[in-house]
């Protein structure tokens, strides 16, 4: 499974856009990209995935690079309730979900 | 739907000794995983299972055995406990959508404390 690079800490002001960015320069043509958060010591939570194109739910959008070697995980307005630690996961579609150490978003007021 | 449910919530145990992790969801999921996570730290894929009767191992699964006789249950089992397994459990089971879509859906966790 390919690994994932993603800076260990970033804050936030609340209102405005988070853009976390994640590395997965070996990812390869069949594996997907997952994003998931944790808050405080909850089981994590599903955000969003992609495959190629750019992806967006009512919770974030996802922005894939063409190359597909990184990618961004965008909250368009930050709240206090979106501080969480947020994994990007690089899967196969039939793979297992292998997180890393994420990283830590602060929203501040 | 309860999803998925742990029990126990906590857990203390002496080292050597051995006890079983429950879990339990109710989705007629496929998928279901183990996971550890140590303080400050990511979670770490103890074994998962693709379906009744099928298990694999995952980053960690040394000192850990598990079994999926049901669709429903995924019980972990701890051989001969150790102070190094101290950590929070967590179980997840999930489907595989269309599109790649695998949304894993995660129980409330088990704090094991090996003294």
């Known amino acids: 499974d390919a690994k994932t690079t993603q800076p260990p800490s970033m804050d936030c002001a609340e209102g405005r856009a988070a853009n976390l960015p994640c590395n997965h320069s070996t990812i390869s043509g069949n594996e997907y990209v997952y994003w998931y958060r944790q808050i405080h010591s909850q089981g994590p939570q599903y955000i969003i995935h992609?495959?190629?194109n750019n992806e967006t739910n009512e919770m974030a959008s996802l922005i894939i690079t063409e190359d597909r070697k990184s990618s961004t995980l965008i909250l368009p307005h930050a709240t206090l309730r979106d501080t969480a630690v947020y994994y990007c996961?690089?899967?196969?579609?039939?793979?297992?979900?292998?997180f890393g150490q994420g990283t830590e978003l602060s929203v501040k007021p | 739907n309860a999803g998925v449910t742990q029990t126990p919530k906590f857990q203390v145990l002496k080292t050597g000794q051995s006890m079983t992790l429950q879990c339990a969801q109710d989705?007629?999921?496929?998928?279901m995983s183990w996971y550890r996570q140590d303080p400050g730290m990511g979670l770490r894929l103890i074994h998962y299972s693709v379906g009744a009767g099928i298990t694999d191992q995952g980053e960690v699964p040394n000192g850990y055995n598990v079994s999926r006789s049901t669709t429903e249950d995924f019980p972990l089992r701890l051989l001969s406990a150790a102070p190094s397994q101290t950590s929070v459990y967590f179980c997840?089971?999930?489907?595989?959508?269309?599109?790649?879509?695998?949304?894993?859906?995660f129980g409330p966790g088990t704090r094991l404390t090996v003294t």
């Open positions: 992609g495959l190629k």
């Open positions: 989705m007629n999921h496929e998928y």
């Open positions: 997840a089971s999930s489907y595989l959508g269309i599109r790649g879509h695998y949304e894993q859906y």
């Open positions: 996961i690089v899967r196969p579609e039939r793979g297992k979900l292998i």
